[in-house]
Structures are given as structure tokens and as C-alpha cells.
């Protein structure tokens, strides 16, 4: 038989011969019941229906009474009474409504694997199910308006992407179609945007303008709010002539289809105006892939976030900063700013969806940031996965069940569309092409799903087992081993899991030789995956290739390229393992041996050509780098302070020194003093370790380094306790030049911080020849950071003397290099340099420009406010302006962006000299003589004359001013008295020094 609600009801044989059904209320009862075909009815839900709210008295007799009309009219059987309710069994697929969703999913899906003809055919199919209003045969009530407001929007989501799969198709779509059902419908901005798409392609610019001026205007009117991001998009594409191009998105593509929870994905849809989500169940549900299937049909820009490699809840927001993208500062402090802090400041002005994913182990610290972001953040929506809730007010739970699985005596038509079951076809297919559910393997299938509770990583592990066996012995094994029981409740710990997964891993497992086993469980001392070579290095074992293709083949371990990395709950098992077996402490070892020498072969490639490939390499192991170096501190302390010495230049060129914080600290705490052979690799970790160092190393490290009498082993050493200890007060010694010793790198670096000293004195030939050979240095060795350090001095020289085209040309290479370095902090000081020589040029509209893009990259590197020098310099540009008040307010940010780091002295002495100035132009002198004297007291901190005669000038004029002089340069302007011999901005570069 073939149902019709999809219009008026419709009932026909199987002949195709029209039956009659009855009256109004047996026509209503048969609506609602093929609404759930196959499904029970409740009496209540059917009154519901029939009399809305306020039923008659004896409805539940009048309900039976229909119901044996309609049995009357229908063959036998088809209506069952099941206690509560009623039952019609029937296929859902024989009812349109239920075809037409279907249908409606499946073109979807094709539409967004890009299958445009074969989309627009299936919907084309969906929607000429309908043949007029649905439901038509209802009474009037909330019970039919729910429904049919559930229908039309689907009919209308169909719509529009069997429109969006015409407008790929080279006929094209129906612009008159199109016109009339974006008119009727004005305030659904997808259609007004492919109605203004087709009309572009049709050749009719000016038409598809006018469509997003009236659509502006009806949502202004009618909503008041303004067209969505994408029409807006859509709008530029049309002025521009070109078709606008896809929302960019962090979310990594799936490389199987999405099968069994396209309810639970519509829910998430649903929920749009709810802005934190969270995906609950127990392991091995597909909590991942539902969240990134969501996530890819969300207009916002989307980021994933892994939270698995998480230690503890301190380490959540530093995991969100590296899925968005953000580096560590560099230079800007030597106490990071909070990362929580970091990203509402990126992410506060941008309409963003986050997916939190694996949070059952952190769930505190996730909590707690979701809860400050979304506080925060008002365009940020969040999709979290966990076990259990975060527990946050607001929060919208989304449950996560097993796969429905067909009961055992199901027939094999009707087992097939079972969820759990069409999970298991489709990922047999993959393994063994043609496999269908049929009459000969159904029975065995449907004991497979039902062994493994639905949880669809179990099906997906145990289909993988076609390539060996048939579904019938896969059954007979999953039977034998008897464990697969679903736990209602895990421990949040990240070392445990769902027992039914463990079960199916230790199945697998139990499949192993010995030698697969023996590699496997060593596979669990990496952290992100491992290379082929990494693996043949620390396992140890013979025909590890081979080996890898096994486990592959087997489904635990995924092949990723030239990587190689296990699922967490794989890894986990196998950790277990390699405890169990005793030779864990071997293993972490020879792996922390592999990735030292890694790191070791890295570093001098770093200072060189090559620096962005082995910053890519490094990169890629980073995960692994980390785990050696926490399991040597407390392992192998030796090993430990060698892995901080040879990654010192990669943390600090990728953005990731403060990661190496607090096991620096951690490794210093335990060995107390240097070591004897590695007292260089000593001051290392000291210099990463402040401000954390335990009380003496920081004496100890200096000591050290004014006793060096040879050059050091890693060249980056003395430039990196150059950028810690500060500039030397005096000229660079011959203490130092032993430091640099012969190596290339360091010989350059030494040119470098001779010139930056020589133009901090005032020695502004001597400076610019001294950057003039760093430049030659750093290019010959093609090594973009220094190559850039060198190239500012030289445009800081041309500003100096006013040669404007030189110093811009010089500042716009240098800030290429340090684009393609990514490094964000670096490229801000470089505009704040330039903007200051903008100032002398008299173009203070460019200086702005500089100032504030510099205020922005620094901002996008995370911080949650521009560097003082940004603050200053506008502050400067205000004053001239005359606007005091606003230079007032700089200067004060200034002053509160300058209260830490190394070179922090010198930024408070020029914001405190601004504000005694300003005082000063003010009318205030006892205000201005305060200022002046703080600015005084910190120059004194600081080894650059510069700085200090700029505080002693302002200290002297606020005393004449204060005795009745007349110092008119002091209120003249922010920077009257400054000399102009040297740039104002004392550097934050490396300088070699040998004391502090």
C-alpha cells in the first residue's frame, strides 16, 4: 500500500487503486498515525490531535470507535493496539512524508560532496512528493501547526539547495521560479541570495543589487538587523563580478560518509539560537563526528579543538589558542599574559563557533573557560563533547544513545534501516566492495550490532574485520569473548574508558601476533603520532613498515601521510600494555634519545635557509618534543637540560617559549645547581624558566656566563641571554666577542647588537655600518629573523635623516620576512617604528594607520591590548592634535602596558616623562614634578643613556617650572626635549652581554 499526507490524504492498494478511509476524525487518526509509521502512538498524543486541549468527556471511547471504522476500511493488521497506543505496521518508506525526508537528506548529502546533478535529481524527487498543503486532513490546532512549521521548513531547506545545486549545474536555475519563492518568502536571506546569484548569472547585475537593497531594507524594517555575513559576501561578489567564495573554516574533511544520526543533527540545527551546545554519551558514540557535521553546516566560522592531549584543566585555554592559530608572544613580556585573556581579545569582535571536543578529562578547566569566553565573546557560540554536561547555566544537553539496533527476528528488509545496521553496510562496503545486508549474512549482522550496544566505533572496528573474516565468525568471536556491556556512568580521568571499547580493542588485540603486539603497545610513547623513521628508532623492532601496514590494515593505527597515530582509545589500551610489560622506562628513554637528537640536528638548520622547513618539522612533533621533556626532567635531568638548550631557538621562533616554563623551573627545582658539562645548557633553562627560577639561579646563570672564556655551543644562547639579561651598560667586551666565536649566525648577531648600541649612543655612522655587515651576515646564511632585526636598525638610521623612501622600502621587506616567520609581535614593533619616523615626516594620518595595524596584529597574537610604544606614539600624534585629554588617557595605557619584561624600565621612563609633560602643559606642576621624578627613578634602571637624559631633562624643566622659570620647550609638545640623535624606542632586541 502507498500513503499520501503531503496534500490530502491519500490511501491506494497495491494495484494502485484508491481506498476510501472514512470521515474527518478516522482520516485525522490516520494522519497521525503514519506520521510514526512503525511506531507506537500514545492514546494521549491521538486525543491530542483529534480534540487539542480541551478533549471531550469520553474522547478515549470516541478514539476506539474510530479506530474500528478505520480497521474496517484498511486490510487486516495494519492497525496493532500495543496497551498504551496504537501502531501502524507499515514501512515508513511506503509514506511520502517519510520518502520525501529521506529523499531530502540524501540530496543534501550529494550536494555537499559536491555531486551537483545527482542532488539536484533527488530533490527535484523530494519535492514533487508534495501535491499541496501537508496535512490538510487535521484538525485546526497547536498540534497540526507544530507539524506542518516543522514540514514547510524542510520543504523550503530542499528548496533552496536544490536551488544551490541548479546554480551549479550549467542549465542553471529558473530566475522567474526562484523570483516568486524568495518573494514569498522575504526574510529567508539563503534564498535572497541565490535569487541574486542567479540574477548574476543571468546577466542582470543591477536587478540581483537591487534584490539585497529591498532584502536590507526588510530586515532593517522587519527585524531591525542587518543582512547576514554570507548575503553581504554575496553582495561584494556581485559588485566585484566574481561568485563569492566559500566561508573559511578550521574543521578537517571527513573521508567517510555520515551515517545513523541525521535526527540528532537536525536537533543541532534546530538549536541555532542556543549558544552553548553540548554533545553528551557515552565513549565511542560519534560525539566527534556529529559535532563536526554540525559545525559544517553552521554560518559561523568554526574551529575545532582536540582537548585529548589536555594534561590537566590548565592546559584547555593554551589547547584553544594553538587550534586558533595564535603563537606566544616573543618579546612583548616575560610574564605571558593569561591565555583566557588572549582569546576573548581575539575572539570578542568575531561571530565564531568553537567545538570543544574530549572534555570528560578536563571538564573543570573547559567549564570554566567556555563560561568566560561565552561572558565574553557575544558572537562566540560553543559546541562542546563530553561524557557528562559542563554544568554550566545555559547550557543545552544534547544526548548521545547507541545506535538503534534491529530486534533478532526482524526481517532482513526491515533490519537494513536500522541505523546501527546501515553504519555497519556502509563501512563493510569500504573493506569489501559490494557488501550488502541480505537474506544470507542479516541474522549475523544484526548479532554483531547488537553485541556491541550501537556505539558506532565498536561497529566500525568490527566491519573492519571483513578483510579477514565473514560476519557470521565475526558474530561467533563477538560472542565468546561475552563482555560488551554498556557502563551507565565512566570516571572522568583521562586514562579511563568505556569497557565495551576496551573490549573491542583487547578483541583486536587478542588478533595481534606478537611481534604486531610488541609494536603496538610501543606505539603508545608518542604523543600526536609518530614518523616511520621515529618508529624504527625507539620500538625496536624488525620490519616496522610492514608492521605499521598490519596495524593499519587492522584498524589501530591510522596512516596520515608519512604519520602514523593510533585512536585515544586505542592508545590508551596499549599504554596499559606497555606498563604491563615492564620495559616502559626503556622506551621512554630511547624515545626522549630520538626526539633530542631531532632537536639537535634542528637547531642549526633554524638559524639558516632552511628555518621554515624545520620549523614546519619541528612543528609537526611537537607533542612528542613536550612529552620527552617532561619525561626527562624527572627521568634523565641530563637529557632534560639538552632538550631546553636545542629547542630554545624553535620555541622562540614558533611563538612557544612559555611552554617551556614551567618544566625549566620544574628541572631546575631538582637539579639544584649546573651540572658539571652542561653549565651552558643551564643558563638555558634559567632564561626560560624567569620569572619562575627558584631563588639563586638567575646569580648563578650570570656568573656563569661572565666565566665563559670560549665560544658557546649553541649559537642562539647568547642572543637569547641578551634578550633576558638586557643590554650591556657599556660597550660590547671582549668577554662577549669569546661568546660568538666563529659561528656565522653569532658573528652576525654580534655586528647587530654593536650597531643597535652605537645607535643608542648617539654613533649613528658607526651604527649603520655595523647593520649594514649583520645585514650581509644574516642574507648570506638566508635567515629571515635577523636578516629583518638588521634591516630595521638600517631604516631607523633613514628615518633619523630623513631619507623617508629609503626607511620604507627597507621596513617593507623587513615586515615580509617576518610574515612569512608568522611572527606577529615582531611585525607590530616594526609599524610602531616606522609610524614614529611617519611622525618626523609629517604624515601623522600614515603613523595612525601603523599605529593602530600594529595594535591589531598584536591584538590577534593575543594580547588583550596594543604595546605601550603603539600607546605612546598615538598618544604623541593626540597632543600635537591638541587633544589633551586623549593623549592623558594614552599615555596612562602606555604606563599599564609597560609594568613587565626586561626592557620595561625604559617604556615607563618615556610614558612617565610624557605625562609629567602633559602635566606640565596643563597647569600642574606639583603633578608634573611627580611624574617626573617615577620617570627619573626607573631610567636608572635602565642601561640606555637615552632614556635617562630624557628623564633628567624632564626632571630639570619641571623644577624651573616650578621656581617660576620659563621652560617653553617643556610644554611645547610630548617630545621637545627628546634627543634627536637616537630613536626614542629603546629596542627589545638581542644584545650579547655577560652581566645583567
Known sequence: MQFGVLGSLEVRSAAGEEIPVGGPRPRALLVMLLLNAGRVVGVTELIDGQYGDDPPAGAANALQAQVSRLRRNLPAGVVEFHGAGYRLAVDPGDVDVHRFERLAREGRRLLVEGHHEAAAGTLREALGLWRGPALADLPPGSFRREREARLEELRLAAAEDLVEAELALPEGTSVAELRRLADAHPLRERLRGQLMRALHAAGRQAEALEVFEETRRTLAEELGADPSPELAAVHLAVLRAAEPAPPRRRLAAQLTSFVGRERELERIGALRDSRLV????????????????????????????????????DQVPRAVLGALGLRETGFQSLRTADPADRLVAALADRESLLVLDNCEHVIAGTAALARGLLAECPGLRVLATSREPLGITGETLVPLAPLPTPPPDLPPRDAAAYPAVRLFADRAAAVRPGFEVGPDNAAAVVRICAALDGLPLAIELAAARLRSFTAEEIAGRLAEHGRFRLLSRGDRTAAARHRTLRAVVEWSWDLLTPEERALARRLAVFTGGASLEAVEEVCGVDDAAGLLADLVDRSLVEADGDRYRMLNTILLFCAEKLAESGEEERLRAAHARHFLGLAERAAPHLLRAGQLRWLERLSAEHGNLMAALRWAVRGDRGTAMRLVAALAIYWWLSGRRAQAGEAAAELLDAAGGPPEGL????????????????????????????????????????????????????????????????????????????????????EIARGEREFAEALTGFRDLGERWGTAQALDGLALIAGLRGEWARARETWGEALRLMEELGALEESADLLAHRAEALVRQGDPAAAVADYRRAGELARKAGWPDAPAEVHLGLGRIAWYRGDLAEARRLFGAALRA?????????????????????????????????????????????????????????????????????PATTAAGPATAEPASAPRRASRRATPTTSR
Not at 611627580?930 to 624632564?954: F, K, N, Q, V
Open 898 to 966: 609597560a609594568e613587565h619584561g626586561p626592557f620595561a624600565a625604559g617604556t615607563r621612563t618615556r610614558a612617565l616623562t610624557a605625562l609629567g609633560r602633559l602635566a606640565e602643559a596643563e597647569g600642574d606642576p606639583a603633578g608634573a614634578r611627580l611624574r617626573h621624578r617615577r620617570a627619573l627613578a626607573a631610567a636608572r634602571r635602565t642601561p640606555l643613556t637615552s632614556d635617562l637624559a630624557a628623564a633628567a631633562e624632564g626632571w630639570a624643566g619641571a623644577v624651573l617650572l616650578e621656581h617660576g622659570g620659563d
Open 278 to 313: 553540548t554533545i553528551t554519551g557515552p565513549g565511542g558514540t560519534g560525539k566527534t563526528r556529529l559535532a563536526i557535521e554540525a559545525a559544517g553546516r553552521d554560518r559561523r566560522e568554526a574551529c575545532f579543538v582536540d582537548l585529548t592531549s589536555a594534561a590537566d584543566d
Open 679 to 762: 653549565e651552558e645548557e643551564y643558563v638555558v633553562c634559567v632564561a626560560h624558566a624567569v620569572p619562575r627560577a627558584p631563588a639563586g639561579h638567575w646569580e648563578r646563570a650570570g656568573e656563569i656566563m661572565r666565566s665563559l672564556d670560549r665560544p658557546t655551543r649553541h649559537p642562539f644562547t647568547v642572543a637569547l641571554w641578551g634578550m633576558f639579561a638586557g643590554p650591556p651598560s657599556g660597550p660590547i667586551g671582549p668577554e662577549a666577542e669569546r661568546l660568538l666565536g666563529s659561528d656565522p649566525w653569532n658573528r652576525a648577531l654580534g655586528r647587530l647588537s654593536r650597531g643597535l648600541l652605537a645607535m643608542f649612543g648617539g
